[in-house]
Each structure stands twice: as C-alpha cells, then as structure tokens.
C-alpha cells in the first residue's frame, strides 16, 4: 500500500476536508531574503505588507552558554517580565509559542474533541476555527454587525452550549475595538459557563485599555498577547496567555515539556527590559503616524473604500477591482493580503503598515494602478 493510501485509511477523518490555515508565509515564502533579512534596503526584495509583521527588524545578543541543558518549561524571567509589563502577577501569566499555541492550550484544555463547541464572531482571525476543527471542536458563529460591533443577542444566544468564547479587540482584519460595555455583558453572560478569550495580539496599537487590568473583575476573562506584533519579533514565536491562576494551571496541564527554547527566552527578556520597552513604544508611534498618513492617502482615491478601523497596523480597503490591483502589486513585488472571502469582506485588501519606503511604495502602486484604469476605461 502506497504511503498516500494508507494516510487515506488511517487520517482522522474531521482532518479529511480540512484546510489548512493559509498564512501570509505559506502563500509568499520568506525564504532566499538572504543575508540582508527581508527588510534589508535591496529594492529586489518584496514589501511585505500581508502579515501584520512589524517592519523593525531590531538586534539582540544570544549566550549560548547553556543551549546543551533543556529551558525551563516556562522561564522565570520572561513571566515575571510580562507579568509586570501586562500589570498581572506571575501566576496569572502563561508564554507559548505565539498566541497560536495560547489559542490552541485553552481548546485542548477545555473541550472534549466530538463533544464541546467554541464561539467566533466572523470575520475574525481565522486560526480560532481551524484550531478547533483540528481537535474536532465544533465551531458556532456569532458574526459581527454591519458596523463591526458585536451581535450580542447572538452571542448572548450560545451561553450554555460553548466552552470558549473568541473575540479579538482590536480586531484582524476589520481593524476594530470592541466596545467595553460590548464586552462586559458577554463575560457577565459567560460568567460560571464559559470563558470569554479576548485576543488582545494587537492591544499596543489602540489607545483602548488592556482586558488585562479586568482579570481580578471576572473569573471567565482570558486575555491573549503575542511579541509577533508590537514587539516586532514575530520570528521567534512567544506569545502570553493571561488569566486566573487556576486556568493557568489548566493550560500547564497540556503544555509541551519545553515551550519556550532558550533563545527566545533570552531575545524576549531583552524586548521585555526597560530599554526594550521604551523602544517598542517608539516604534509603535512610528508605525501608528505612518498608518494616519497611508489611511489618509487612501481615503483620496476614489476607487478605494476604507472598511472597518485603523486601531492596529493594518489598513482594510474595499474595491472592486481587488483582483487585478492584487495582481498587480505582487508583479511589483509588493505583497498585501486578499481578505476577500471572510464573511462580509467581498472586495477587501488589507495592507500591514511597513516601513516609510515600504508604505510609499504600495500607495504609488495603487495611485499608478488606478491612474491606468481610468485612462484605459
Ligand atoms: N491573534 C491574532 C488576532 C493575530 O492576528 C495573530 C497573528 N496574525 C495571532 C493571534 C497569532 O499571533 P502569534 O504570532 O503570537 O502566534
């Protein structure tokens, strides 16, 4: 028997139909930047815009002193360094491999496979689904409101058949915070049912509080964050969960033995230093000044459509020439992402803030694209 009939026999059948999730990496590889890193100054090198990475590619040092011993399975130093950061206590603070493996902690940990649902409120991240499809969770949708705002009887509907409840404020890709008032009735719905996860992967972007100051307020309150963004270290993988110390417990029940390898524990108590704070926060102005002037830019032209808010890096459009100035930017090497097929996305392109030149060059590319269109129509 070839090996394809035998993974045919033997594959878990919710697997069969799954696809899986297309990251911006799987759909443009990252590979052969060389040397000079992707954000290197070679104008050979594509812009990449279409995974909400941080344009700042910044130095730290590694000791490789201990590398030959295993890490500690949650490195004292980085939580008790987010924890501070996040204003939570070391007890109330998880690190993983990015939020993803957060994400996918709280459904191994809390949902019986065949058996428990979780909530998303489409259009939203798409790894809440296909981490729970992959344990063969089931999926119920609340989708958001025309205006982005949470439909509350709808969610309100699900209290007593899901475990989890994802929202993501701000929100990929719509750009949009959820409201506070929003929020509370959705964790006071849950409360003793079901634990409310707020995705906070974009929190230093918004001028919106944390959902982590809350955790003392609400016992169903989990708050995820990730170094993928603000940070600017999407390359090493660390992402928090933050919640109350028994959940915690419950997630530690599931963890790898060795999340957190050793150099990212040493590169994410760096970013995590007071140095390293400060310049996250520079950095974070830098991006949120450059997303006012390419969102204002934007709003000129009047093929394009500003969807959604601008409350993280990312910049979501609607046009209805989306394929073909899709196409177009990437033969200019310039890569942004399609959002098109998320639910009341028809037509929509989001675009990560880059760099000054970057950000330059995909409004030239659109100006030029629409430019051309009006003078061949
Ligand atoms: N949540 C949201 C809303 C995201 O957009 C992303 C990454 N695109 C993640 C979580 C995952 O982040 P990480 O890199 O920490 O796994």
Not at 36 to 60: C, H, R, T
Not at 220 to 237: D, E, M, P, W, Y
Request: include cysteine; aromatic fraction near 8%; glycine fraction near 6%.
């Amino acid at each position: 028997m070839s090996a394809a009939n035998l993974v045919d026999q033997l594959l878990c059948e919710n697997l069969k139909a799954l696809q899986p999730y297309q990251s911006a990496r799987r759909l443009f590889s990252g590979e052969g930047a060389g040397e000079k890193g992707i954000d290197g100054a070679d104008e050979n090198q594509p812009a990449w815009l279409n995974a909400n990475e941080s344009p700042f590619a910044n130095e730290y040092t590694l000791n490789c002193a201990s590398l030959n011993r295993y890490p500690d399975c949650q490195p004292p130093s980085v939580i008790k360094a987010y924890a501070k950061y996040a204003g939570v206590t070391p007890a109330q603070t998880l690190t993983s491999r990015g939020a993803d493996e957060g994400i996918e902690l709280l459904i191994r940990a809390f949902c019986t496979p065949g058996q428990d649902k979780i909530l998303i409120c489409p259009p939203t991240y798409g790894m809440y689904a296909i981490s729970a499809e992959t344990f063969n969770i089931g999926v119920e949708k609340a989708p958001l409101n025309h205006d982005f705002s949470l439909d509350l009887e709808a969610i309100k509907a699900q209290v007593g058949k899901v475990k989890l409840v994802f929202i993501c404020s701000p929100n990929n890709p719509t750009g949009t915070d959820v409201g506070k008032q929003q929020l509370i009735q959705v964790l006071e719905a849950f409360a003793g049912k079901a634990l409310v996860v707020v995705d906070e992967a974009y929190i230093e972007f918004t001028q919106q509080g944390s959902w982590a100051d809350e955790l003392a307020n609400y016992s169903n309150l989990v708050v995820l964050r990730t170094l993928s963004k603000a940070f600017a270290l999407a390359g090493i993988r660390c992402g928090f969960t933050l919640a109350d110390e028994a959940v915690i417990q419950a997630l530690l029940k599931v963890i790898a033995p060795y999340p957190v390898p050793e150099p990212v524990a040493q590169i994410a108590k760096q970013a995590l230093s007071d140095s390293g704070l400060q310049r996250t926060r520079n950095q974070v102005a830098i991006i949120n000044q450059q997303k006012q002037q390419l969102q204002q830019q934007l709003a000129q032209i009047p093929q394009v459509t500003l969807v959604g808010d601008t409350a993280a890096n990312f910049i979501l459009f609607r046009t209805g020439q989306k394929q073909a100035l899709f196409e177009s930017l990437v033969a200019k090497n310039i890569l942004i992402r399609d959002q098109s097929k998320q639910l009341n996305l028809d037509n929509c392109l989001r675009i990560t803030i880059g760099n000054d030149r970057q950000n330059k060059m995909v409004l030239s590319a659109i100006q030029q694209f629409f430019q051309q269109e009006s003078s061949n129509s």
